[in-house]
């Protein structure tokens, strides 16, 4: 059983570049969300799908951040015009469509650690 | 805003003590989960509660969910060198809304 993949694991950017994330959820999980972690904090909602439908998005997800899932099964997520701020590990987890005891229990992969210059 | 305190923010004991870490909210929560990570990594689910009460064990590790749903604990028996990382704990607070506002973590360090 293979777990929640993420690539690149880490990327170096210079300010003004655009950068892609790749998230491969688990097989059969149809859930999929992205978060954030700065260092020194727990991670932070950004965005969910389930299936290929976008359902929510935070307040922190700019204009400058898309998510897509086209087919429901890998997403990505872009920053345009990175800036320094957008350094943190970007964190990607997914989840089954029956609750396990009342729970949707969310799985993470291995993150990607943005740094921009 | 729902916001979840977690203390200590920092533990350093050494190997063969007990320990326990907290996690508190002013909201009730719908489901909580305890993670740890390590550092470049994700975090790695441990132990999801959801009735008031609930208590887990999960070998050297039992978790208790408040009577209330609003608070919980994570105790560690004879902490191992292993057992170094940082625990998150997340929640949900609404049924149906699957976003997980996680704390700010507890890092443990056991010493050897």
């Known amino acids: 059983d293979t777990g929640v993949s993420q690539n690149p694991r880490h990327k170096i950017t210079k300010r003004g570049q655009n950068v892609t994330f790749r998230c491969d959820p688990i097989s059969e999980h149809n859930r999929l969300y992205w978060y954030r972690q700065t260092l020194g904090q727990g991670p932070e909602f950004l965005t969910y799908f389930q299936n290929e439908a976008q359902l929510e998005k935070s307040r922190l997800l700019s204009d400058r951040f898309s998510a897509e899932r086209p087919k429901g099964s890998f997403s990505t997520l872009e920053i345009q015009r990175t800036e320094q701020g957008d350094s943190a590990m970007y964190l990607c987890?997914?989840?089954?469509?029956?609750?396990?005891?009342?729970?949707?229990?969310?799985?993470f992969g291995p993150g990607t650690r943005l740094t921009v210059t | 805003t729902q916001l979840l305190e977690q203390s200590p923010q920092f533990l350093s004991i050494q190997e063969g003590e007990n320990l326990t870490v907290y996690c508190n909210s002013s909201s009730v929560f719908s489901s909580l989960q305890w993670y740890r990570q390590e550092p470049g990594e994700g975090p790695v689910l441990l132990v999801t509660v959801v009735t008031g009460g609930e208590v887990k064990k999960l070998k050297r590790l039992t978790f208790q969910f408040g009577d209330a749903r609003k608070d919980s604990s994570l105790h560690i028996t004879a902490a191992q060198p292993g057992d170094t990382g940082l625990y998150l704990c997340a929640g949900t607070f609404n049924f149906g809304n699957e976003k997980l506002t996680f704390g700010t973590g507890t890092r443990l360090t056991i010493i050897p």
């Open positions: 987890a997914s989840s089954h469509r029956r609750k396990t005891g009342g729970s949707r229990e969310q799985y």
